[in-house]
């Protein structure tokens, strides 16, 4: 019988830590704004994605389609050739799980204009989403012309993505409320709406209300327009001020500006939508011709808006922020035409609205933060170009026309690793669970006990922990031990058949199991990636292993099942 003792000593540092006093945890550790209440599938099953096929048994859409709190999982990586589409809420898309990356030809939630099912309290992350013209990239299944579109969706986050290659916008938001959209790129419109791809906020009704949406630690990466666009077509629209928070957003390389209209109705004669703004920290990067400014002056004409305006800067106007960068006519690229100085009557704000707090960066270091952090990871050819030139504060010279210039949208790694082994099949790797004190043959993703020492906070299930932990790694390109958690003493399991020595090691190794004669050796590394397998025969076998220094699971395993589990430490 085995007898498991683990000890951990383990200290929260640099991570995100929520006012303990809140009601509520955040949707993970990070997560802020108005959307940053869902709890997605806590609490919930584990699907995991086995195929990359359009529909059917193992697919995402049919992972998507399914009723009831979910966690949505990955083993497989690549190009998923249709749009996905979310029928039932109460979900949390882990794409930080696909060990290369997962891509779809569109995101779609749709309470609007289908029928049944629900967009409420969803929570995604990790997934890239590039529909691509399908008369250039044809396919047999559904794609999507914008690459999220939430219709009437609640209680949603939106975090580390990557949208691009749509042929309407990258993402709208319409009918929606209580949405976050952070640390997301959006990038290069292709076709003839080039010139509005990039967010539209648009329409409410009763039923669906737009309202409370947050924009925060977003790029929008050679986009024209949209930037966003928040504009309300619709009667409803006059019932009340849509609150909304953008901040700490990169504009880069883009065509136009920021785009505003109070405008309700098609005739163009009620003018009634107004808004409740945070507008905060924001950096516009453009070419040295831009003829524009950064905010649509008619922000300004009307009294029903309260903005709070601060640290929002243009690099060819590095003396001028806020309402300066408030754009009126076409001759603001003109000697003695700027800044402006028309401030019109809106109430301009001395503080922020009491909106949920979002942790504001400084306007100057968004180029090296997104650079870091934007998008989903790991990262793919597209986004490695795409980040390059904000790294070196460098434009792309290929002009910004819808044109896709480098075909690269739907690049795969063709050998892409494995998913880590998980026998329970609960969310968890084996090598994880065990590091943690878990049982990798017992489903206990829904236990909490792993919370407070990985997140400093009570609540969290195990299976959000863990996925905290990876999102962390593959962002970082480090690995469990860099998630906010250091182990400082820690005790693998005391297995009185099991012996594994040297440990530490310089390469060789020699096992030996009292009741095993036959069985499958592992070795694992931080990553739940197995690096090293080979037979165990006999009760004892010898190894030389040559694996880069550093902390590895040694597990030995028979039909399947788990019969030993050690840490190894290898050494120079």
């Not at 008619?298 to 300066?324: C, F, T």
């Amino acid at each position: 019988m085995l007898r498991f003792i683990f000890t951990f000593l383990v200290f929260c540092f640099g991570v995100y830590c929520p006012d303990l006093s809140a009601q509520s945890i955040p949707s993970f550790p990070g997560a802020e704004g108005f959307g940053a209440q869902a709890t997605g599938g806590r609490g919930g099953r584990v699907i995991y994605v086995t195929n990359l096929n359009a529909s059917g048994p193992g697919s995402l859409n049919d992972a998507l389609s399914q009723s009831g709190p979910r966690y949505i999982l990955f083993k497989v990586s690549g190009l998923i050739d249709a749009a996905a589409e979310l029928r039932e809420g109460d979900v949390t898309i882990a794409g930080q799980t696909s060990p290369g990356g997962i891509i779809t030809r569109g995101f779609l939630v749709d309470q609007v204009y289908e029928s049944g099912g629900s967009g409420d309290n969803i929570i995604l992350r990790h997934l890239r989403s590039r529909p691509h013209d399908p008369e250039q990239v044809p396919t047999g299944h559904y794609i999507l012309d914008d690459a999220l579109r939430l219709d009437g969706a609640s209680n949603v986050i939106v975090d580390h993505c990557s949208f691009a290659n749509a042929i309407d916008e990258c993402v709208q938001i319409s009918q929606s409320h209580d949405v976050t959209l952070q640390n997301c790129q959006l990038a290069e419109t292709i076709g003839g709406h080039f010139d509005r791809g990039g967010l539209l906020l648009n329409y409410s009704t009763q039923e669906h209300p737009q309202d409370r949406i947050s924009i925060h630690h977003n790029t929008w990466n050679r986009i024209a327009a949209r930037l966003p666009e928040f504009i309300c077509e619709s009667p409803y629209c006059a019932e009340a001020p849509l609150q909304l928070e953008l901040s700490n957003n990169l504009i880069w390389d883009p065509q136009f500006y920021i785009w505003y209209n109070a405008i309700i109705d098609p005739g163009g004669e009620e003018h009634n939508f107004f808004v409740d703004l945070n507008w905060v920290n924001n950096y516009m990067f453009v070419r040295p011709s831009f003829p524009f400014a950064m905010m649509e002056i008619s922000l300004l004409q009307y009294p029903q808006n309260n903005i709070y305006a601060s640290g929002n800067k243009m690099n060819i106007y590095p003396n001028y922020s806020d309402y300066q960068l408030c754009y009126c006519c076409n001759d603001f690229y003109l000697p003695g035409s700027h800044p402006n100085q028309d401030l019109g009557v809106a109430q301009k704000l001395n503080s922020r609205h009491n909106f949920p707090m979002v942790q504001y960066h400084p306007t100057s270091s968004l180029p090296e933060y997104m650079v870091n952090n934007c998008g989903a990871f790991p990262r793919d050819h597209m986004d490695i170009r795409l980040m390059a030139p904000i790294r070196s504060l460098t434009i792309d010279p290929a002009p910004v026309d819808g044109v896709d210039y480098y075909h690269d949208g739907h690049d795969v790694n063709p050998n892409p690793p494995s998913a880590p082994q998980d026998t329970d099949e609960d969310g968890m790797p084996d090598y994880w669970e065990v590091i943690h004190g878990l049982n990798p043959n017992v489903q206990d993703h829904n236990g909490l006990q792993l919370s407070q020492d990985i997140t400093g906070i009570e609540g969290y299930t195990n299976l959000e922990c863990y996925l905290h932990c990876l999102s962390e790694a593959v962002i970082n390109n480090h690995g469990t031990d860099g998630c906010g958690v250091t182990l400082t003493a820690m005790e693998m399991p005391v297995q009185t058949a099991f012996k594994v020595y040297p440990n530490p090691s310089v390469g060789k190794i020699v096992i030996e199991h009292e009741e095993l004669s036959s069985a499958e050796i592992e070795i694992i590394n931080y990553m739940g990636q197995c690096v090293y397998t080979t037979k165990y025969t006999g009760h004892s076998k010898s190894i030389d292993v040559s694996l880069a220094p550093g902390n590895y699971i040694l597990v030995l395993r028979e039909n399947g099942h788990i019969k030993g589990i050690q840490k190894v430490i290898l050494m120079r």
